[in-house]
């Protein structure tokens, strides 16, 4: 098994639906246009900011699918296969794998609440049951369980799952993974307003949202930081940046925020799917002042 070293932006594209909540192909083609012109460096369909958990099997299939199609090879891709049903997860591995996907990403299996042996169970089963590399996702707000320490020493050995976004907001849990798993697991920042401080402490990628609709200056961190360690730059980009980013995190609308983002930069993706609903217009007025405060400092020009 070839493990990818995950570097850059890694934009998880939001899903576009139409006003009769199908999904709009033709503004998934030109979004994923966008972004690439935006200079991200690899694309994930499937995840959270995709609205993986609104869609049907057939629905999920046929985005990896277009994906795949649209990309054509200019980028490296990976695909979000959380589910509840550990067949399914299997299967949307298996899709993936025959696209030419180079890894997959996977969350514990939201409302179950497995324990933590096992937690490690299953994803000992789903890695002997798939032929790609495995990132894991830890997002205890979202799943209920935590990716914790025993856990990640009970499928240590397993070479498959090779790279964790950590998505819990502690800087501590960062801090374990440094100190206990360095080498072992890459680290990938999932975790907006830390992003600064993850590529500090060595993360080389970021799986972000927010570039959905800031390509560009998700990519000026990006290289600032990880490709010129040019610290006191990243600093002042990442303060820039912190704002519109803070309120992404802790708003409690982070996919809302996304998608009114995108329709601020001239790529509308069009409404959630219920049952999650839209912005109020107060929400939608803060969080345009923040992106056009953004805009006008030009950190990406």
Same mark, same amino acid.
Not at 19 to 29: H, K
Not at 63 to 91: C, H, T, W
Not at 221 to 240: E, F, I, N, P
Not at 241 to 260: D, R, T
């Given at each position: 098994m070839k493990i990818p070293q995950f570097e850059g932006i890694i934009n998880v594209i939001t899903t576009p639906f139409g006003?009769?909540?199908?999904?709009?192909?033709?503004?998934?083609?030109q979004h994923i246009e966008f972004v690439i012109a935006g200079g991200v460096h690899a694309i994930m369909p499937g995840g959270s900011t995709g609205e993986y958990y609104a869609q049907a099997f057939a629905e999920?299939?046929?985005?990896?699918?277009?994906?795949?199609?649209?990309?054509?090879?200019?980028?490296?891709?990976?695909?979000?296969?959380?589910?509840?049903?550990?067949?399914?997860?299997? *299967? !949307?591995?298996?899709?993936?794998?025959?696209?030419?996907?180079?890894?997959?990403?996977?969350? *514990?299996?939201?409302?179950?609440?497995?324990?933590?042996?096992?937690?490690?169970?299953?994803?000992?089963?789903?890695? /002997?049951?798939?032929?790609?590399?495995?990132?894991?996702?830890n997002f205890p707000a979202r799943t209920g369980v935590d990716m914790d320490l025993a856990f990640l020493e009970g499928i240590a050995d397993v070479e498959a799952i090779c790279a964790i976004k950590e998505s819990s907001g502690s800087f501590g849990r960062m801090l374990q993974h440094v100190a206990n798993f360095d080498g072992r697991y890459q680290r990938i920042c999932g975790f907006d307003d830390q992003a600064l401080?993850?590529?500090?402490?060595?993360?080389? /990628?970021?799986?972000?949202?927010?570039?959905?609709? !800031?390509?560009?200056?998700?990519? *000026?961190?990006?290289?600032?930081?990880? !490709?010129?360690?040019?610290?006191?730059?990243?600093?002042?980009?990442?303060?820039?940046?912190?704002?519109?980013?803070?309120?992404?995190?802790?708003?409690?609308?982070?996919?809302?925020?996304?998608?009114?983002?995108?329709?601020?930069?001239?790529?509308?993706?069009?409404?959630?799917?219920?049952?999650m609903g839209g912005l109020t217009s107060d929400e939608k007025a803060h969080f345009q002042r923040l992106y056009e405060s953004l805009k006008a400092a030009r950190i990406a020009a």
């Open positions: 006003a009769d909540g199908a999904i709009d192909y033709d503004v998934l083609e999920r299939r046929r985005v990896l699918e277009f994906v795949a199609d649209k990309v054509g090879g200019r980028l490296p891709i990976y695909a979000g296969v959380n589910s509840m049903q550990v067949d399914e997860i299997v *299967a !949307l591995a298996g899709v993936a794998t025959e696209l030419g996907y180079e890894a997959i990403m996977l969350a *514990a299996p939201p409302y179950a609440l497995p324990t933590g042996p096992e937690l490690v169970a299953h994803f000992r089963n789903v890695a /002997s049951r798939t032929a790609l590399p495995i990132i894991l996702y401080d993850q590529f500090l402490w060595g993360a080389r /990628s970021w799986i972000a949202g927010a570039s959905n609709f !800031l390509p560009r200056e998700h990519v *000026a961190l990006y290289q600032a930081c990880v !490709l010129d360690g040019d610290w006191q730059r990243g600093k002042s980009l990442m303060q820039t940046m912190l704002p519109l980013i803070y309120l992404l995190e802790n708003g409690g609308k982070y996919i809302q925020y996304v998608k009114f983002g995108c329709e601020l930069a001239g790529v509308p993706v069009g409404p959630m799917r219920p049952p």
